[in-house]
């Protein structure tokens, strides 16, 4: 992992840190986990621009790919992740959920000058395009367009910004 005149606050975890590339000029806030997952098939990339301010509480996992753009700013409590445990398969639902593998659904890719606000889910699978304004509270499964602003479960489009 590299950190180039970034800000990694108290509390703050890293897991499998050499699959982690970090940009300069971030600020990591206090209990945030940032992780990519072991023993996958191929290494997993997680790749976060420059200047990304991640707010507290948060977290970042990544299974196979998470490409974060420059200044990305989140609120707090926020999910990224490009996995989930289990393929909601009928055999997966006989295991409990820490013992199926690790699934992704696709990976996920996030633009420039984006800002999450607190409590959004960003779930796999999901581009967000520049500049774009993801509601608090929201759970984004479905690609949200350059400049436009998405809320809601799941999130929707509610306008476009430009």
Do not use: A, K, W
């Given at each position: 992992m590299c950190i180039r005149d970034s800000i990694l606050a108290k509390d703050v975890?890293?897991?499998?840190?050499k699959n982690i590339y970090l940009g300069d000029n971030c600020?990591?806030?206090?209990?945030?986990?940032i992780e990519?997952?072991?023993n996958m098939p191929k290494a997993p990339n997680l790749k976060i621009g420059d200047g990304m301010s991640l707010g507290q509480y948060s977290h970042i996992t990544c299974a196979t790919s998470v490409e974060i753009g420059n200044n990305l700013l989140t609120?707090?409590?926020?999910l990224i992740t490009d996995n989930s445990h289990g393929?909601?398969?009928?055999?997966?639902?006989?295991?409990?959920p820490m013992l199926r593998e690790i699934h992704s659904k696709g990976p996920v890719k996030i633009g420039n000058n984006v800002w999450?606000?607190?409590k959004a889910s960003i779930m796999p699978g999901v581009t967000i395009g520049d500049g774009a304004i993801i509601a608090a509270n929201s759970v984004v499964t479905h690609n949200v367009p350059a400049y436009s602003l998405a809320a809601g479960i799941p999130a929707k489009i509610i306008k476009s910004l430009i």
């Open positions: 975890r890293i897991t499998n840190g600020s990591i806030q206090e209990h945030c986990v990519t997952v072991f609120g707090r409590y926020v393929c909601s398969n009928r055999e997966d639902m006989h295991l409990p999450i606000g607190d």
